[in-house]
């Protein structure tokens, strides 16, 4: 059974992938859920190293896909400033050469964004092609879930046949069926 908040779910989904980048003014301060566009230079006992260094980057306060620490040293920034990150890297990181390391990174914001998702009305709806109300979106999610999820039962179904019909086989002993 699909349920309203499977289809809610669906079309919340839908709304981050349509998502807008809006640009703040300048001397916003970053917060979390901002999107910073930044550069950074990381060096390690003075030294530049390799993949420590990126253009124009996209960096969400709040998401932790960065090194533990870097996002947080950013909350404050503006538009137009530079800061210096200092982070240590963790000692399971997957570049074994900077585990455990302590890093510092020169960043320099080149802008501070925040996502507007489209409000989910009928505009919406017709945005993504071929319908003209919400209501009709929504009635086309219930169906594609309830056909995956009856497709998902159907292939359960028949892996649980053909596993006992092979317990069955290897029972008897005579090898009949092969899997």
């Known amino acids: 059974e699909v349920k309203d908040e499977d289809v809610d779910s669906q079309i919340e989904q839908l709304r981050e992938r349509g998502a807008r980048e809006i640009e703040e003014p ?30 124009n980057v996209p960096l969400e306060i709040g998401s932790e896909k960065f090194i533990p620490g870097f996002e947080e040293q950013l909350v404050g920034a503006v538009t ?31 802008a501070v964004q925040r996502r507007e998702l489209p409000e989910p009305d009928d ?8 319908f003209e109300t919400l209501e009709a979106l929504r009635e086309r999610i219930r169906s594609d879930l309830e056909q995956e999820r009856e497709a ?5 179904l028949k892996r649980t046949v053909m596993d006992a019909l092979i ?11 092969r899997a």
């Open 26 to 55: 300048d001397e916003t301060p970053a917060a979390t859920g901002h999107i910073l566009r930044v550069d950074f230079e990381g060096r390690i006992d003075g030294e530049l190293f390799e993949g420590g260094s990126a253009k």
């Open 152 to 156: 998902a039962a159907d292939g359960m």
């Open 80 to 110: 137009g400033e530079d800061r210096d990150v200092t982070v240590t890297f963790p000692d399971d990181y997957g570049s074994e050469g900077l585990q455990g390391k302590q890093a510092v990174f020169a960043v320099r914001v080149l």
């Open 167 to 177: 317990q069955q086989d290897a029972a008897a002993g005579d090898g009949a069926l």
């Open 123 to 130: 505009e919406f709806a017709k945005d993504l092609g071929e």
